[in-house]
């Protein structure tokens, strides 16, 4: 039967559209609720008639909240973007009754720093717990508070809520960026720009992110050189910088103006301004032009003619950071940084043809090079290096990767051997492999220990990295000598010779104490998904910034299909 008007293979048609009409709706129906299952618990209703016009403020740079802050959406999209969240499922609390123990220790001696330091230092840069008073320093041009800048991060992460908010209150009420004196542009940069972008981070609170980009604005001056290098010293009222004194012929320190990268990266996240990261670049762009001896990068470098001045290479003091932060830089942009990649594995090859020596006991070390002269000699410094190269090894050249990894662990081997072969189990500042001597520090000059952290540093990653027990065990081994030797009435305070029991005391409760050692030995007992490494690396000063994830975002593919449903 046929309608009047209407004929049979046009109804016929109308009738074959509508269906497939039907068809298309429902399965975008289905894949509109479907998605909703890929969104987190928290955030599957609210966001779904909200999510267009969160993107749309997000990216004009404004917030959908009454009275909110223009960049609430933007932390919330950093937030998204992290692969798990910071603290872990229960703030990385070790199921072992044994390894919790020892993380709850350290729990305490980082409470015990801190009350000290609060109750005979509060405000001044650092503690002296023997005389009961503050210590200030010249090093940060008049700045204030520096264990209290460089303990947020270490405070929120062991859940020390009443002191992170002291901490938070005084940063609020008596942080006064408008110094106007002598400051180490590195200093400044690794301890109070990178620890208030980590406690940003961690907290979303935007008081921190507003005093790191302020203070980071005021070190843009020391980048006014013909070659853009910066000098090592900074007013940072007038803006004016010079070099060390020490400095040879007026140059730039490699650890220093090749330690900023990770930082001004996350300056121009957060203010919108290219000018960090350019500054950064053009920093790289000078080392790649220029010729390294035997592909090593010497220490000092001319900010006036871009070229070496000395041909000292080291990987402890003077070079250290530098290298760290080539693989950091990679591993901090999501492995899309090549140029940092190339960078470093071709010093670390460079490291490896020259430097790196085999003691005849068995240990592997760094030797420092002068001139194509070996110094046998490595600092406590360098022993960061085994977990630099330990996290560097499973993004070599595919048959380097296992070699990458026996290497950080006989390096981190041998700096454990220069713990054990003292009297207190606490390593010196710098130790040597000639004249009889492996591992032990020859010279009375080198006989100290400072509250250093980098050996303890290198046991953190090679646990995360191998979970071989034996890491914890050397970790725990630091805690008790720590406790026996450096703990006085008030504080924790460095020693000056750690080759007798009867030890004088430095007097100087450094705030890298709090903000990295201490840190360090926390994870080290902690679970891995506190701070996981896959969404944070850590500065040199140990604050945890977060990776640039740039393919991962199902969050933002989830609401384009909500967006257009």
Not at 109 to 131: C, I, Q, S, V
Not at 261 to 288: A, C, D
Request: charged content about 25%; glycine content about 10%; proline content about 4%.
């Amino acid at each position: 039967m046929s309608l009047p008007g209407v004929s049979a293979s046009g109804m016929g048609l109308r009738l074959s559209q509508k269906f497939v009409f039907l068809l298309f709706l429902s399965g975008l129906v289905t894949l509109c609720f479907g998605a909703l299952f890929f969104l987190p618990d928290s955030v599957r209703l609210k966001r779904i008639f909200l999510v267009s016009r969160a993107e749309s403020a997000s990216d004009k740079g404004t917030s959908l909240d009454h009275g909110a802050n223009s960049d609430t959406v933007t932390y919330k999209k950093f937030r998204r973007c992290l692969l798990k969240p910071p603290l872990g499922r229960d703030n990385g609390k070790p199921s072992d009754p044994k390894t919790d123990e020892r993380r709850e220790k350290v729990k305490e001696m980082m409470k015990f720093a801190w009350d000290n330091y609060k109750h005979y230092a509060w405000g001044k840069n650092e503690l002296r717990p023997l005389t009961r008073n503050g210590h200030i320093g010249n090093m940060f041009g008049g700045l204030r508070g520096a264990s209290i800048i460089d303990s947020l991060d270490t405070l929120y992460i062991m859940g020390l809520k009443e002191e992170y908010n002291d901490a938070k209150e005084w940063v609020q009420t008596s942080l006064d960026l408008n110094s106007n004196g002598e400051a180490s542009l590195f200093e400044v940069n690794i301890r109070y720009v990178g620890g208030l972008l980590s406690a940003y981070y961690l907290t979303g609170e935007e008081l921190f992110k507003n005093k790191a980009v302020e203070l980071g604005e005021k070190l843009l001056p020391a980048f006014n050189t013909p070659t853009g290098i910066p000098r090592g010293v900074i007013n940072l009222g007038s803006g004016t910088s010079w070099s060390w004194g020490w400095a040879s012929a007026g140059s730039s320190i490699l650890a220093e103006f090749g330690t900023l990268h990770l930082e001004f990266v996350h300056l121009t996240q957060l203010s919108g301004s290219p000018i960090y990261t350019e500054k950064v670049m053009n920093i790289r762009k000078l080392l790649n032009k220029i010729e390294k001896p035997h592909g090593l990068y010497p220490n000092f470098l001319s900010p006036v003619s871009g070229n070496w001045v000395q041909h000292h290479v080291s990987i402890g003091g003077l070079g250290d950071s530098f290298y760290e932060y080539l693989i950091k830089s990679y591993l901090m942009s999501d492995k899309t940084d090549d140029d940092a990649k190339k960078m470093y594995y071709g010093a670390l090859e460079a490291i490896e043809a020259n430097l790196v020596q085999k003691s005849p006991g068995g240990l592997t070390y760094l030797a420092e090079w002068r001139g194509g002269i070996l110094d046998h000699k490595m600092g406590h410094l360098a022993c960061f290096s085994g977990g630099m190269i330990g996290i560097g090894a499973d993004d070599g050249a595919p048959d380097k990767r296992q070699h990458y990894l026996d290497l950080a662990a006989e390096i981190t081997h041998t700096c454990h051997e220069s713990y054990t072969r003292t009297a207190t189990k606490l390593g010196p500042e710098a130790f040597r492999f000639d004249g009889g001597a492996e591992a032990t520090a020859t010279r009375l000059s080198d006989r100290y220990y400072i509250l250093r952290p980098e050996v303890i540093e290198s046991y953190m990653y090679m646990w995360r990295l191998t979970h071989d027990p034996k890491y914890r065990e050397w970790g725990w081994e630091a805690v008790e000598a720590l406790e026996e030797h450096c703990r006085v009435e008030s504080g924790f305070s460095g020693i000056r010779d750690v080759y007798t029991m009867t030890v004088s005391h430095d007097n100087m409760q450094q705030s890298f104490f709090l903000s990295e050692t201490l840190k360090y030995l926390y994870l080290l007992f902690s679970d891995d998904d506190l701070l996981p490494l896959e969404d944070w690396v850590f500065n040199t000063e140990a604050h945890p910034l977060p990776v640039i994830h740039k393919h991962r975002k199902p969050l933002e593919f989830c609401s384009l299909i909500l967006l257009f449903c």
